[in-house]
């Protein structure tokens, strides 16, 4: 069996904004393995929705739909961040 083809389809949309808004978090933006962290908390905070071909989106996503997850998306994205930050200055205390 081939399922390479299934994926969620607020993976491109959260690493895209993830890419976009790290400039303003300099502590993070040159930190790979953090920006991963911020990738999947964001990630976990958004309602997954699996599609196999990329086109399903123009058939099953209304334009609410779109813009919804483009807000949510963004918020996840800067919740992500947030929660990171505090998280990567809390362990440089110790």
């Known amino acids: 069996m ?7 389809i607020h993976e491109s949309a959260v690493f ?3 890419a976009s808004a790290a400039p303003r978090y300099p502590g993070l933006a040159d930190n790979t393995d953090l920006l991963a962290d911020v ?3 964001a ?3 958004v309602a997954p929705r699996y599609i ?7 058939f099953f996503l209304t334009e609410r739909e779109r813009a919804e997850n483009e807000r949510a998306i963004r918020d996840a994205v800067e ?8 998280r990567h200055a809390m362990s440089a205390r110790r």
Not at 2 to 8: C, E, I, L, Y
Not at 52 to 58: I, M, T
Not at 79 to 86: D, E, R
């Open 52 to 58: 196999r071909h990329d086109v399903d989106l123009a």
């Open 79 to 86: 919740h992500a961040f947030g929660f990171v930050q505090a």
């Open 43 to 45: 990630l976990n905070r």
């Open 39 to 41: 990738a999947c908390v």
């Open 2 to 8: 081939d399922f390479s083809s299934v994926h969620n």
């Open 16 to 18: 895209e904004a993830i």
